[in-house]
């Protein structure tokens, strides 16, 4: 069996911004399918990491290799724009094409906010606001997305339909995810890996054998680590080696 295809390859990167070591010896692979989680404290090199994959910042060593015409769509941790501009969501979108990209309709319908088209940009919630970026982030037909932390400004409802939609998209499109997020909880059933940062990598897997890393529950707490064995009580799956789902059902009924 083919192993998959390494979409990105980080080889041992540093990032000195202002003489401070803002991430410190890096090293991971994204391959092609799989949705990696960067979690870690505010601070901690993840937005920094993922300017470094854009090619936006250049590390200060070691090297960044991605796969030859790798296609990567991006969702911005924040949107800055002028509000008194009359621009509707349709109209924002189309600023973004290119020859290549997929249509608007398609992008809005895979987010479900087909019905925002019309809408004026003044006029959207948070919630429908990072759904028009992650539209903006498919437009690419991307093999890779990237997210910077794509639930800021949601309420709670919607950051679980939104780490649904992720998912979703990522079967649809057959992409690679790379998410930015600071709780593990919170991302834990729609993530195959995750990597926890605080400038250097402290600890990486799927995400119940990072709740048990002694250097996850250094970082983050007792607090963190006890909402996350309340939510391991009532997952219904648990996941092998790799961070796959493992299904029951057959011991259950067998």
């Given at each position: 069996?083919n192993?998959?295809?390494?979409?990105?390859?980080?080889?041992?990167i540093?990032?000195?911004?202002?003489g401070?070591?803002?991430?410190?010896?890096v090293?991971l692979?994204i391959?092609a399918?799989?949705i990696?989680?960067l979690?870690?404290?505010?601070?901690?090199?993840?937005?920094t990491?993922?300017?470094a994959i854009?090619?936006?910042?250049?590390?200060s060593?070691?090297k960044?290799?991605t796969a030859?015409g790798?296609?990567?769509?991006?969702?911005?941790?924040?949107?800055?724009?002028?509000?008194?501009?009359?621009?509707?969501?349709?109209?924002?979108?189309?600023?973004?094409?290119?020859?290549?990209s997929?249509?608007?309709?398609?992008?809005?319908?895979?987010v479900?906010a087909?019905?925002l088209?019309?809408?004026?940009?003044?006029?959207i919630?948070?919630?429908?606001?990072?759904?028009i970026?992650?539209?903006?982030?498919?437009l690419?037909?991307?093999?890779?997305?990237?997210?910077?932390?794509?639930?800021?400004g949601?309420?709670?409802?919607?950051?679980?339909?939104l780490?649904?939609?992720?998912?979703?998209?990522?079967?649809?499109?057959?992409?690679?995810?790379?998410?930015?997020?600071?709780?593990l909880?919170l991302?834990?059933?729609s993530t195959?890996?995750?990597?926890?940062?605080n400038?250097h990598?402290?600890?990486?897997?799927?995400?119940?054998?990072?709740s048990n890393?002694p250097a996850y529950?250094?970082?983050?707490?007792k607090?963190?680590?006890e909402?996350?064995?309340l939510?391991?009580h009532?997952?219904d799956?648990?996941?092998?080696d790799?961070?796959?789902?493992?299904?029951?059902?057959e011991h259950?009924h067998?």
């Amino acid at each position: 069996m083919n192993s998959p295809k390494k979409l990105v390859e980080i080889d041992n990167i540093n990032v000195i911004l202002g003489g401070n070591c803002v991430i410190d010896q890096v090293s991971l692979n994204i391959q092609a399918g799989e949705i990696v989680t960067l979690i870690g404290p505010n601070g901690a090199g993840k937005s920094t990491l993922i300017r470094a994959i854009l090619g936006l910042l250049k590390p200060s060593s070691g090297k960044i290799k991605t796969a030859p015409g790798l296609r990567i769509g991006y969702m911005p941790q924040r949107l800055q724009m002028d509000r008194t501009i009359p621009l509707n969501v349709q109209r924002f979108l189309n600023v973004w094409r290119t020859r290549n990209s997929i249509s608007i309709k398609t992008a809005l319908k895979h987010v479900s906010a087909e019905h925002l088209a019309m809408r004026p940009m003044q006029e959207i919630s948070g919630g429908e606001l990072q759904r028009i970026l992650l539209a903006r982030a498919l437009l690419r037909n991307p093999q890779l997305l990237v997210l910077d932390e794509p639930v800021q400004g949601v309420d709670m409802q919607g950051q679980t339909e939104l780490y649904q939609l992720i998912h979703e998209i990522r079967n649809l499109y057959h992409c690679a995810v790379l998410m930015v997020s600071h709780d593990l909880h919170l991302v834990m059933s729609s993530t195959d890996r995750v990597i926890c940062m605080n400038h250097h990598i402290c600890c990486s897997g799927h995400p119940e054998s990072v709740s048990n890393d002694p250097a996850y529950q250094e970082l983050f707490g007792k607090e963190a680590v006890e909402s996350i064995a309340l939510y391991a009580h009532h997952h219904d799956h648990s996941h092998d080696d790799t961070g796959k789902v493992v299904d029951h059902s057959e011991h259950l009924h067998g």
